[in-house]
């Protein structure tokens, strides 16, 4: 999307009807005879399928197998970094055709390049024209060409998980998760509660994707309560109510995408220090801009148990950098430039660490995995800098904060409430 708005490109959007029964079966399969249309019911007889149908575990590879072939015939470029991800070089400049399952996006800056390519998907494949794309997985996108500015949301998606678990009337709050949550796991059986009576899976599961798709500033929170899905408890519930609190009076924010000139990647990573109270892991947080629209984010627990924060902070840079590299590719995969990304950290410690490959006792533990960030930093591929604590949007992916402290990362973040 950011790359749709830095370059003023048209966003058209189809939909492959039984996109499954286009597939090519590789193998001999039988089945039963449909009841009801038996040829002959005495006789002990299977269907042999030519064609691949719903309910087979090989569809979704037969169909996007099938799909591949014809777009690769059509001279579009698979992506190394992401599979859902074809480029075709054109006369005006690049088209993109982004597929999930059978919904296709396709973006090109000359409206008949999209036509031409609607018409062979057509002639190949059963489908319907949905137009400017205007809705795709339940996000509603919101474009104003003339401003430069796009906006991506899910507050219908929202609106109704807060009416489905008859949150409507209950007084919303300003932040995610509130500091005096100090969630830990419940110790007997007797403090669980009845999942029947509260459900606390479904209602964790229906948040979880309105925050892959549009909502980093829930990432964190999503993360926590994610940890007690198996057994939760009273406290637990009570921390599921207080985001969904949060979630109806802030349901109508939207990803915010704008023109830059510097179409540049930048990411910012953060880590708090033993924040989980039952193993005592800590947790890791980054999120990235390209031209200044948030892309791409993360809130996780980290792997190990760390012994200092450097070690806490200096992990979290290494999963930033990794991200970093993913994003350069996937950029280069669609024609733009190999610039330097640039990873921003507010430990100076653990930036440090990544730059000078020297031996240190308090560092020798540290696994060999999180020491390729130097070599990377080191050939140029990604350079690290000092960012303030205050102004390190990551913050809020590690960590319950301030609700001042809040609110100005949703701004660096470009999350802003629908006037």
Same mark, same amino acid.
């Given at each position: 999307?950011?790359?749709?708005?830095?370059?003023?490109?048209?966003?058209?959007?189809?939909?492959?009807?039984?996109?499954?029964?286009?597939?090519?079966?590789?193998? &001999?399969?039988?089945?039963?005879?449909?009841?009801?249309?038996?040829?002959?019911?005495? @006789?002990?007889?299977?269907?042999?399928?030519?064609?691949?149908?719903?309910?087979?575990?090989?569809?979704?590879? /037969?169909?996007?197998?099938?799909?591949?072939?014809?777009?690769?015939?059509?001279?579009?470029?698979?992506?190394?970094?992401?599979?859902?991800?074809?480029?075709?070089?054109?006369?005006?400049?690049?088209?993109?055709?982004?597929?999930?399952?059978?919904?296709?996006?396709?973006?090109?800056?000359?409206?008949?390049?999209?036509?031409?390519?609607?018409?062979?998907?057509?002639?190949?494949?059963?489908?319907?024209?949905?137009?400017?794309?205007? $809705?795709?997985? !339940?996000?509603?996108?919101?474009?104003? $060409?003339?401003?430069?500015?796009?906006?991506?949301?899910?507050?219908?998606? /929202? &609106?109704?998980?807060?009416? @489905?678990?008859?949150? @409507?009337?209950?007084?919303?709050?300003?932040?995610?998760?509130?500091?005096?949550?100090?969630?830990?796991?419940?110790?007997?059986?007797?403090?669980?509660?009845?999942?029947?009576?509260?459900?606390?899976?479904?209602?964790?599961?229906?948040?979880?994707?309105?925050?892959?798709?549009?909502?980093?500033?829930?990432?964190?929170?999503?993360?926590?309560?994610?940890?007690?899905?198996?057994?939760?408890?009273?406290?637990?519930?009570?921390?599921?109510?207080?985001?969904?609190?949060?979630?109806?009076?802030?349901?109508?924010?939207?990803?915010?995408?704008?023109?830059?000139?510097?179409?540049?990647?930048?990411?910012?990573?953060?880590?708090?220090?033993?924040?989980?109270?039952?193993?005592?892991?800590?947790?890791?947080?980054?999120?990235?801009?390209?031209? !200044?629209?948030?892309?791409?984010?993360?809130?996780?627990?980290?792997?190990?148990?760390?012994?200092?924060?450097?070690?806490?902070?200096?992990?979290? /840079?290494?999963?930033?950098?990794?991200?970093?590299?993913?994003?350069?590719?996937?950029?280069?995969?669609?024609?733009?430039?190999?610039?330097?990304?640039?990873?921003?950290?507010?430990?100076?410690?653990?930036?440090?660490?990544? @730059?000078?490959?020297?031996?240190?006792?308090?560092?020798?533990?540290?696994?060999?995995?999180?020491?390729?960030?130097?070599?990377?930093?080191?050939?140029?591929?990604?350079?690290?800098?000092?960012?303030?604590?205050?102004?390190?949007?990551?913050?809020?992916?590690?960590?319950?904060?301030?609700?001042?402290?809040?609110?100005?990362?949703?701004?660096?973040? $470009?999350?802003?409430?629908?006037?």
């Amino acid at each position: 999307m950011s790359a749709v708005v830095n370059q003023d490109l048209e966003l058209e959007q189809m939909d492959v009807k039984t996109a499954f029964l286009h597939g090519d079966l590789d193998q &001999e399969l039988y089945m039963e005879q449909p009841e009801g249309f038996e040829v002959d019911k005495d @006789k002990d007889q299977v269907c042999l399928l030519k064609k691949s149908l719903y309910g087979l575990k090989q569809s979704p590879r /037969l169909w996007n197998k099938k799909f591949n072939q014809f777009i690769i015939g059509e001279k579009f470029v698979r992506s190394h970094q992401d599979s859902c991800v074809y480029v075709k070089k054109v006369e005006s400049g690049y088209m993109y055709l982004l597929l999930y399952v059978d919904d296709i996006l396709m973006a090109a800056k000359d409206i008949a390049e999209i036509v031409k390519l609607k018409s062979a998907l057509s002639s190949e494949f059963e489908m319907k024209d949905m137009g400017p794309a205007s $809705r795709i997985l !339940g996000i509603d996108i919101r474009r104003d $060409r003339e401003a430069g500015v796009l906006y991506l949301s899910q507050a219908s998606y /929202l &609106e109704k998980v807060v009416q @489905k678990f008859k949150m @409507k009337e209950a007084k919303s709050v300003n932040t995610p998760m509130g500091g005096h949550f100090k969630l830990s796991a419940v110790t007997e059986d007797s403090e669980c509660i009845d999942t029947e009576k509260y459900p606390y899976s479904s209602v964790v599961g229906s948040i979880m994707y309105a925050m892959i798709g549009t909502r980093p500033d829930i990432a964190y929170a999503i993360g926590l309560v994610s940890m007690f899905m198996s057994k939760p408890g009273m406290m637990h519930w009570e921390a599921v109510k207080w985001l969904l609190r949060y979630i109806k009076g802030s349901s109508d924010l939207e990803v915010v995408f704008t023109k830059n000139k510097n179409f540049n990647i930048q990411g910012y990573c953060d880590s708090d220090f033993a924040g989980d109270r039952d193993k005592r892991k800590s947790t890791s947080g980054y999120v990235f801009t390209v031209g !200044g629209n948030t892309i791409s984010w993360r809130s996780n627990l980290q792997p190990v148990v760390t012994l200092s924060t450097i070690e806490a902070e200096y992990i979290a /840079l290494t999963e930033a950098v990794k991200e970093a590299i993913w994003i350069k590719g996937l950029l280069k995969n669609m024609g733009f430039g190999e610039e330097r990304a640039m990873v921003w950290c507010d430990s100076q410690s653990a930036i440090c660490l990544s @730059k000078n490959n020297v031996f240190h006792e308090r560092t020798k533990h540290i696994s060999y995995k999180y020491h390729f960030i130097r070599e990377v930093i080191e050939e140029g591929e990604v350079e690290v800098s000092k960012v303030h604590t205050s102004v390190n949007p990551a913050d809020i992916l590690t960590k319950s904060v301030r609700v001042s402290t809040f609110e100005s990362a949703l701004d660096a973040l $470009r999350l802003i409430q629908r006037g």
